[in-house]
């Protein structure tokens, strides 16, 4: 008979604060301190189980043991999810909502979205460079918003463009948020949930038309297991979720100049070697904080390790932490893209948008999508722009989530390479 061990203790009534203080940085400090990959803490009031680590993490993404249902806090579904999406879904319901997603993340649909970014990052290069200087993660926002509705299939106005960029941005940037920069996120999640649900009965009924080969056609006429079509509020929610993560891709393509900013010699070497690119977006996915954590609920009582978990308890993965654990990283707080020369995935170590198998699990459908998008970032950063990066305050706290510098990264005399002229 297995022994059962205590799981060991934040000591402590709660912390929240705690949390809000640390920020991504909360469960690994607290896996160092107690030196394990499993401990137990109190959030809000309730009891939840932290994990690390590959072992944590391969744990975590067992479909058999965990459910995502009512995992979340209320403020995250409001906010960044919506309701019944396919983020909060579990078992066969949430594999036949997922294909749908999968089915848009071929490589023929990734290419075709690149080809349209391509072309947005022409434009916007025309634009910069009439300008003195930019504020680059807002600008890369709202190229990312334009590319993201053509590629479905349903191009903007250009006056929408930037009303359609701030609602899906603040579903993103407002979850962890509090007070009014929290509720104008709900509010504008709200305002495009009504507006996108009001263009999926618009659709249905004909009045609006759109390609049948498009994504959003496939979106509007998606059925559910009997066979029904999603009612007009859930598909608007996952519209907006084929949206939201292609525009906070903007994040990772900030994170990218900060990189080359703070790191000048990575420029020479990827100037000098294409084959260094991948390696060196691997690392800012890794190295730079984005989700810092994610959230299940056990299914029924377990024992893992040693270590009892009951039925129905919190469960946090620490994905920030394990991209950092020096159990898996060699110095893992140092910015080294030769890191991932001779690296294997093993889907459980390098989890910045989840990890395990993607098709099964709550992986991120969209990781290849963000690697290709940021991969063709650094190829206009690095050869088909110049620019200036002035003095500024590109320091990111680890208590913002998700960390983006105070400046938002400005940019100054952006012009156009030459050669980059078609």
Known sequence: MENINEIPRDQG??????????????????RKNLQTDIFETRILGK?????????????FYDQSKFQRQDAFPNRVVETLFGKNAVQTLDGEAHRHRKKMFLNVMTKEKV?????????????????????????????????????AFKWIGYPLHEDNAETFMNELGAMFESPAAFGPEHWAGRNKRNRMEKKMEKLVEKIRSDEVQVQQDS?????????DLDGNLLDAET?????INILRPVIAISVYINFIVMALAQYPHERVKLKKHPGYTPLFIQEVRRFYPFFPFAAAKAKSSFTWNGYAIQEGTLVLLDIYGTNHDPNLWDNPDEFQPERFANWKDDRFSLIPQGGGNVETTHRCPGEQ???????????????????????QDMYITMNTIPSIPKSKVILKD???VRESIH
């Open 111 to 147: 290419d075709n979205f690149l080809d349209i970014m391509k072309i947005e990052w022409e434009r916007a290069l025309d634009e910069w460079s009439k300008k003195n200087e930019i504020v680059f993660y807002e600008e890369m926002k709202t190229l990312l918003c334009k590319a």
């Open 235 to 239: 598909a608007a929610v996952e519209i």
């Open 414 to 416: 952006v012009k156009r």
């Open 215 to 223: 994504i959003m056609h496939q979106f509007v006429f998606y059925k």
């Open 47 to 59: 009891k939840a189980v932290c994990l690390g680590g590959k072992e944590g993490a391969q744990l």
């Open 13 to 30: 009534i709660d912390h929240s604060l705690t949390l809000l203080k640390e920020g991504y940085e909360y469960i690994l400090n607290r």
């Open 369 to 391: 999508l963000t690697i290709e998008t940021m991969g063709m970032a650094l190829d206009y950063l690095i050869n088909k722009m110049d620019y200036e990066v002035p003095e």
